[in-house]
């Protein structure tokens, strides 16, 4: 199990800017450590003119694939688990993601951008990222809040979890709220010998 308080979840609606703040934490924290070895991916909007037609995985490398369309309609996407009117690619975001959740032992954070509905649909992926906890490296990710209120399993298990910390977003409270994340992590990255006295008691 991760160790309190290395698991920092944040969540907040949809358009609030949560992965904003993932990609200006994590440049503050590359900034303040070059040396900084991070493994993880993005989700992010592909739109064509105003239209939001899909979503797509963006490795920490700059590497792209394709997450979700609603324009893609070939006989083998039509078999595509769909999330409302997106049909999620589960093959291409495996390919991309779950390389990068891999864990190795020089890692110092994993950035994970988003555990949510279309990202579940893969059912390795969620294994991966409990190993990820497992491996107590700090762990930053965004969860979505549905429209509901109620959360699917995979997010509930998240924000269950013993390490970890949750934190809302909305729009008063961003910079705020940035900051504070980027402070706490910032923290935990200059203390690595309590994972290595963890494992000795």
């Not at 900034?31 to 991070?38: D, H």
């Not at 991916?41 to 739109?47: A, C, S, V």
């Not at 990068?100 to 390795?124: A, C, H, N, P």
């Not at 965004?142 to 209120?149: F, L, N, S, Y």
Request: charged share 25%; with cysteine; net charge positive.
């Amino acid at each position: 199990m991760a160790a309190t308080g290395k698991c920092f979840l944040v969540t907040g609606p949809a358009g609030v800017g949560k992965t904003t703040l993932i990609v200006r934490v994590l440049e503050a924290l590359r900034n303040s450590n070059p040396n900084l070895k991070v493994q993880g991916f993005f989700t992010r909007e592909i739109r064509q003119g105003t239209e939001r037609i899909g979503f797509e995985v963006v490795t920490l490398d700059g590497r792209k694939g394709l997450l979700a369309s609603t324009k893609i309609s070939s006989p083998q996407s039509l078999r595509w688990p769909t999330v409302g009117r997106y049909r999620v690619d589960v093959a291409s975001f495996e390919s991309l993601a779950l390389p990068e959740l891999q864990v190795r032992e020089d890692t110092d954070l994993f950035i994970i951008d988003e555990i949510g509905k279309m990202e579940l649909y893969s059912s390795s992926f969620f294994p991966a990222v409990l190993k990820v906890l497992q491996s107590n490296i700090p762990l930053l990710a965004t969860i979505p809040i549905t429209k509901a209120g109620r959360d699917i399993p995979g997010v509930a298990r998240m924000k269950n979890h013993p390490g970890a910390r949750v934190f809302t977003l909305d729009a008063h409270n961003r910079d705020a709220m940035r900051e504070q994340i980027c402070s706490i992590v910032s923290d935990v990255l200059q203390k690595p010998e309590t994972s290595q006295s963890k494992s000795s008691s």
